[in-house]
């Protein structure tokens, strides 16, 4: 199948990385390489782009998409979790903005053979890197009834999450649960009818619970907030799409963070901690897609796009 991901927030992404020709960029969530196409363009004739990702089929396509900018692009396989190795390992210098793309790709929803959507029935794998060892079988398969719980309500904000980490405990111990439609049918099983009605897909939450913690997404946000930061020179900005409240909530908390890091107790007279604000953001609320895009490309209808500017080093 050919890589297809449709770029959100593309604009309003590239105007609040202010990308300038001749700068440094990291995609840490290349993608289809949609984002680093129109940055490239911008930072002619001799800006960069490091593109990252855990996916080898959306590596695939980065390189082809850009393959015209040549020897302005270096691409590597990681999670950008790990973007303050990767730069110190290949001897790559102080970044001049860093977009992260989260969540999961529109290619690899459609995949069916990569088993992250209910719609069509696939093994149930969900693995952004493909060569990873835990996979949604793993997950569903040999997780304890407390753990499917857990994850199910924490990632996937589910209020029928100890319902259905039972059901799927009971029908495991008759055979183990090996597609994407077997786990879809358990689903339906454990929410009752009634709960069903005038809501989104009743596996919806529960498969995006599962993906997340096979991926470890939001230890990857929390860690890939920190290294792009230190990578950044000051004046850096990093820009965050996020694609549901969870992702948004932490990204926007961690931003907080950085701009007020003090940890002296509330209603003290002074600041004694010594920790100063690294970055200042950019915007309170997030950005949000136009009508227009929303109608060319539904996706966006729940993208969140946040950033902050770097004011000093971290150390």
């Known amino acids: 199948m050919v ?9 309003e992404t590239i105007d609040m990385l202010r990308v300038r020709p001749g700068g440094i960029y990291i995609d840490g969530t290349i993608g289809g390489g949609g984002h680093s196409a129109e ?68 290619h690899q929803i459609d995949a069916p053979e990569r088993g992250f959507s209910y719609i069509t029935d696939a093994p149930l794998d969900m693995r952004m890197d493909q060569h990873a060892d835990l996979s949604a079988y793993h997950v569903v398969n040999q997780y ?16 029928w999450a100890a319902r259905i980490a039972s059901f799927i405990v009971s029908e495991r111990k008759k055979k183990a649960i090996e597609t994407t439609r077997e786990l879809e049918d358990i689903i339906k099983a454990a929410v009752p009818a009634g709960a069903r009605q005038g809501v989104a897909h009743p596996a919806r939450r529960t498969f995006q619970a599962i993906r997340m913690e096979v991926n470890g997404e939001l230890d ?17 900005i990093l820009a965050i799409i996020t694609f549901h409240s969870l992702e948004d909530h932490l990204v926007k908390e961690e931003f907080r963070r950085l701009e007020n890091p003090c940890i002296c107790p509330k209603g003290s007279p002074v600041c004694v901690c010594g920790r100063k604000p690294v970055a200042k953001q950019i915007s309170r609320k997030p950005v949000c897609a136009t009508e227009e895009e929303l109608q060319e490309n539904p996706r966006a209808h729940s993208a969140h796009l946040r950033g902050v500017r770097k004011l000093i080093p971290l150390t």
């Open 3 to 11: 890589f297809q991901h449709k770029s959100v927030l593309l604009n």
């Open 39 to 106: 940055i490239l363009k911008r930072t002619g004739p001799d800006g960069q782009v490091i593109g990252i990702d855990r996916d080898d089929e959306a590596l695939a396509a980065a390189a082809e998409r850009l393959k015209d900018f040549k020897d302005r692009v270096q691409l590597y396989k990681g999670n950008f979790a790990e973007i303050e190795q990767i730069i110190d390992e290949h001897l790559i210098g102080k970044i001049d903005g860093v977009l992260f793309d989260l969540g999961v790709s529109s």
């Open 144 to 159: 304890s009834e407390e753990e499917l719980r857990r994850i199910i309500q924490q990632f996937g904000e589910e209020k």
């Open 220 to 236: 990857a946000v929390r860690n890939g907030i920190e290294g792009a930061v230190k990578v950044l020179k000051p004046g850096g």
